[in-house]
């Protein structure tokens, strides 16, 4: 056990060393090549910051974890909104001013429902991954395109992300080092936590959407809180929902693609249910004044410790 522990705490320490290099070496590479600061901080701040998660549920996959995957996916979004935007909103009220978030926020409801009435079957398809995946190209399409129309001090804020003084070859580097730190973080953490989970006596699944979810996202509500205390809401805002998004269509969408995933009907009763709950506690937030209060995080933060002790309660 405490053996286990040491490896999935060694992984996740790599996969936030390498989901950071990744972004940076990205960043870097992008702006050499041509790519405006404005276009390639929004792909990174909407969806970059997801790339461990990716790489998680990539190993689970060929592994023949799917159903360690599948809550991983899931569960992800849940911490992404209960966990990381509550923290940050507790933390310093959230202005947010990135009105392309709200259509953004209306995909992710979308994709969520769509996946329930998919996973009534008990099976999500290879064609169903692969519209999951199609989806996501016309999202970015719709992004880049709506936010051009965005603030110029907005605009600027999410240039600033993607700002990088490296050269080509730093940057090569930089994204040579991130995937193997990628690889075996998600390696080490992939094959210690079913070891905890079941010390713990939680399924696969269990274990994927709290210990492996809630353990990759320490890192990135970290750098949530920090963002919040620098005003910068419209950045963890958009990791939030544009990283729920990527969960969804990507690293779910992308795993059924490339082989049928297995859906228990309790995930599709439960789960499923609770990530479209958290994401329409947003709606609310977005339409109104476009501010995130600390009363408003402090009940996401309720929330995901009611979720969190309903999935432990199931277990046992």
Same mark, same amino acid.
């Given at each position: 056990?405490?053996h286990a522990i040491?490896f999935?705490?060694?992984g996740?320490i790599?996969?936030?060393?390498?989901?950071?290099s990744i972004v940076?070496?990205a960043?870097?590479?992008?702006?050499?090549l041509?790519?405006?600061p404005f276009?390639?901080g929004?792909?990174l701040?909407?969806?970059?910051?997801?790339?461990?998660?990716?790489?998680?549920?990539?190993?689970?996959?060929?592994?023949g974890?799917q159903?360690?995957?599948?809550?991983?996916?899931?569960?992800?979004?849940?911490?992404?909104?209960?966990?990381?935007?509550g923290?940050?909103?507790?933390t @310093?009220?959230?202005?947010i001013?990135?009105?392309?978030?709200?259509?953004?926020?209306?995909c992710?409801?979308?994709?969520?429902?769509?996946?329930?009435?998919?996973?009534?079957?008990? /099976?999500l398809?290879?064609?169903?991954?692969a /519209?999951?995946?199609?989806?996501f190209v016309?999202?970015v399409?719709?992004?880049?395109?709506?936010?051009?129309?965005e603030?110029p001090?907005?605009?600027?804020?999410?240039?600033a992300?993607?700002?990088?003084e490296?050269?080509v070859?730093?940057?090569?580097?930089?994204?040579?080092i991130?995937?193997?730190?990628?690889?075996?973080?998600a390696?080490?953490?992939?094959e210690?936590?079913?070891?905890?989970g079941?010390?713990?006596?939680?399924?696969?699944l269990?274990?994927?959407l709290?210990v492996?979810a809630i353990?990759t996202?320490?890192?990135?509500v970290?750098?949530a809180?920090?963002?919040?205390r620098r005003g910068?809401g419209?950045? /963890?805002?958009?990791?939030?929902?544009?990283?729920? /998004?990527?969960?969804?269509?990507?690293v779910?969408?992308?795993?059924?693609?490339?082989?049928?995933i297995p859906v228990p @009907?309790s995930?599709?009763?439960?789960?499923?249910?609770?990530?479209?709950l958290?994401?329409?506690?947003?709606?609310?937030?977005?339409?109104?004044?476009?501010?995130?209060?600390?009363?408003?995080?402090?009940v996401l933060?309720?929330?995901?410790?009611?979720w969190?002790?309903?999935?432990?309660?199931?277990?046992?």
């Amino acid at each position: 056990m405490l053996h286990a522990i040491a490896f999935f705490l060694l992984g996740l320490i790599l996969l936030a060393l390498g989901g950071d290099s990744i972004v940076k070496g990205a960043s870097g590479l992008a702006r050499r090549l041509g790519a405006s600061p404005f276009v390639a901080g929004l792909l990174l701040v909407a969806f970059g910051t997801s790339l461990p998660e990716l790489a998680v549920n990539a190993r689970a996959l060929l592994t023949g974890s799917q159903a360690l995957a599948l809550g991983n996916a899931v569960g992800s979004n849940v911490v992404n909104i209960g966990l990381t935007l509550g923290a940050a909103a507790l933390t @310093a009220p959230l202005l947010i001013r990135w009105r392309a978030l709200v259509p953004l926020l209306l995909c992710l409801l979308l994709a969520t429902a769509a996946l329930i009435v998919a996973g009534l079957d008990g /099976v999500l398809g290879r064609i169903e991954g692969a /519209v999951l995946l199609l989806v996501f190209v016309a999202v970015v399409v719709f992004a880049l395109m709506r936010t051009r129309a965005e603030k110029p001090e907005l605009q600027d804020a999410i240039a600033a992300f993607a700002r990088s003084e490296a050269g080509v070859g730093q940057n090569l580097i930089r994204i040579a080092i991130a995937i193997a730190l990628l690889y075996f973080g998600a390696r080490w953490v992939v094959e210690s936590a079913p070891v905890i989970g079941l010390a713990l006596g939680m399924e696969p699944l269990l274990t994927g959407l709290l210990v492996v979810a809630i353990g990759t996202a320490l890192p990135e509500v970290a750098a949530a809180v920090a963002a919040a205390r620098r005003g910068q809401g419209d950045l /963890v805002a958009g990791h939030v929902i544009g990283s729920s /998004v990527f969960n969804l269509l990507v690293v779910l969408g992308g795993m059924a693609a490339v082989r049928e995933i297995p859906v228990p @009907a309790s995930f599709v009763r439960f789960e499923l249910p609770a990530a479209l709950l958290f994401a329409l506690m947003l709606v609310p937030m977005l339409r109104g004044d476009h501010r995130v209060s600390r009363t408003e995080g402090a009940v996401l933060l309720i929330a995901f410790g009611v979720w969190v002790a309903f999935e432990i309660a199931l277990t046992h």
